[in-house]
């Protein structure tokens, strides 16, 4: 899971979609903490997502699939 705090932002995060879909990359932009933390992220393309913090770096699924979203560190580890 990763870390909140106020060091969140500017945080560079991959989107990965599956095998024919290009990885989005992104960053976060804003963070919100009042009943579960959330995160802005702005994807390259222009567009934006709200997401909370446990859904990055969450574990691969039971057949290994990486599809998720993962921060750029340790996406690329």
Not at 21 to 43: D, F, H, N, Q
């Amino acid at each position: 899971m990763m870390k909140y705090g106020m060091d969140i932002i500017g945080t560079k995060i991959i989107g990965d979609f599956g095998a024919m879909i290009p990885l989005w990359e992104g960053k976060v932009v804003e963070a919100y903490s009042r009943c579960s933390p959330e995160v802005k992220i702005e994807w390259d393309n222009g567009s934006y997502s709200w997401m909370m913090i446990s859904n990055i770096n969450s574990a691969p699924s039971v057949n290994g699939s990486s599809i998720g979203y993962y921060t750029e560190e340790a996406y690329y580890a």
